[in-house]
T-cell receptor
């Protein structure tokens, strides 16, 4: 059964720092991996989608990498800002069940 | 940018009452989904819908739940007799492809059963 884990569970950094959020999954048979942002009590905003054949995707200050064989993905945020404070969720499209499986998320706080 | 729209944003209902959560998926998407997130827990899959029928459902999606696409634009989730443990944020999502297309989620409906 596919399990998705995110480390760390929470992270607090001063404004301007570069940071890395980690996501790991137990079964490498995935179609793609998607990173989402969730503000408190709000919906899920898609940040980046990486297909299984791709190694990375970039959008502005965000860069996501995917190493399917080792079951890992990272989300790199450059020059963090207080507005980046949110929960970041990783989700994999599982090849066995054709379902989007979510991780537990990383709660990020960027201090001004 | 196209959006998935959900209404209402909040719903409070008494235990045993029926609720209908509404969603308008992105117009050219073909696959529709409901997910839920109990406070402090993971986002979890409920059901997927394609070509006017359920394609997958989780063990959570029992006989108390149903989905419908009553017209060309709306997609609804009905809970027939709500329980306290149904309290959660319910998210609707849509995609253009079942596995390759990324999911676009709505802003959610917070359901509170009292």
């Amino acid at each position: 059964k596919q399990e998705v884990t995110q480390i760390p569970a929470a992270l607090s950094v001063p404004e301007g720092e570069n940071l890395v959020l980690n996501c790991s999954f137990t079964d490498s048979a995935i179609y793609n991996l998607q990173w989402f942002r969730q503000d408190p009590g709000k919906g899920l905003t898609s940040l980046l989608l990486i297909q299984s054949s791709q190694r990375e995707q970039t959008s502005g200050r965000l860069n996501a990498s995917l190493d399917k064989s080792s079951g890992r993905s990272t989300l790199y945020i450059a020059a963090s800002q207080p507005g980046d404070s949110a929960t970041y969720l990783c989700a994999v499209m599982d090849g066995a069940t054709n379902k989007l499986i979510f991780g537990t998320g990383t709660l990020l706080a960027v201090q001004p | 940018e196209p959006e998935v729209t959900q209404t209402p944003s909040h719903q409070v209902t008494q235990m045993g009452q029926e609720v209908i959560l509404r969603c308008v998926p992105i117009s050219n998407h073909l696959y529709f989904y409901w997910y839920r997130q109990i406070l402090g827990q993971k986002v979890e899959f409920l059901v997927s819908f394609y070509n006017n029928e359920i394609s997958e459902k989780s063990e959570i999606f029992d006989d108390q739940f149903s989905v419908e696409r009553p017209d060309g634009s709306n997609f609804t989730l009905k809970i027939r007799s709500t329980k306290l443990e149904d309290s959660a944020m319910y998210f609707c999502a849509s995609s253009w492809d079942r596995v390759k297309g990324g999911y676009t989620f709505g802003s959610g409906t917070r359901l509170t059963v009292v």
